[in-house]
């Protein structure tokens, strides 16, 4: 059985994907992700939605993000010019993302057709609005919750809900959402005022307490 990274404090070490890394550059890359490996489980976690969490793991993405970046890290280290924290929430979200695309595009899967691989900004939407003390004016459970906020906040356009969530509800600054979007920052600034307005909209017609302040 394989140990997951996440579990514990070691990043694993599969030869497969890091033996292109000399010891002294392998070390180094194994504590930048060692640094970053509580907020990547984080950021992959709340994003992962309610149609495909019983599909997909925030410890193997986070497994594959690892073997992900440990073959590009020889190559990138000299020429990013960004902290490499963010450079590593980009692969883990490039992960995600490519993960979503497969889960939904395998004609196998017995998976919702409704279901969006960029679901996944809107499931991370919704856990913060859960987490944050939001509460339904009827007695929906959790899940069901869950569920109807994803589906509302649909509507928005990709790109606004991931800069409404990194922003608002993650916090991140405009500049660290510009690197990890590849946007300019004066665009994040005006599609972030916009989500916001749509999100209260969108909170107010479900019935939830606004706590969007």
Known sequence: MSKHIGSNNTPPTSQASTETLEPELKS?????????????????GRRISSKLQRRIDAHDLLQETYMAASRQYATIRAKIDFPVRLWLLKIARQQLINTYRQHIGSANRSIDRECDWNDYSSAGIAHWLLQSGTSPSKNLRYEELKAKIEQAVGEL??????VLLMR???????????????????TLRQ????????????????????HLT
């Open 28 to 44: 180094e890359f194994d504590q930048h992700f060692e640094q970053s490996r509580r907020e990547m489980f984080d950021f992959l």
């Open 157 to 162: 356009k990709e790109t606004d809900r991931e």
């Open 191 to 210: 599609r972030f005022g916009r989500s916001l307005l749509r999100l209260r909209e969108i909170t107010k017609r479900l019935g939830l307490l606004d």
């Open 168 to 186: 608002h509800f993650e916090g991140r600054t405009y500049s660290e959402i510009a690197t990890l979007l590849d946007l300019e920052e004066s």
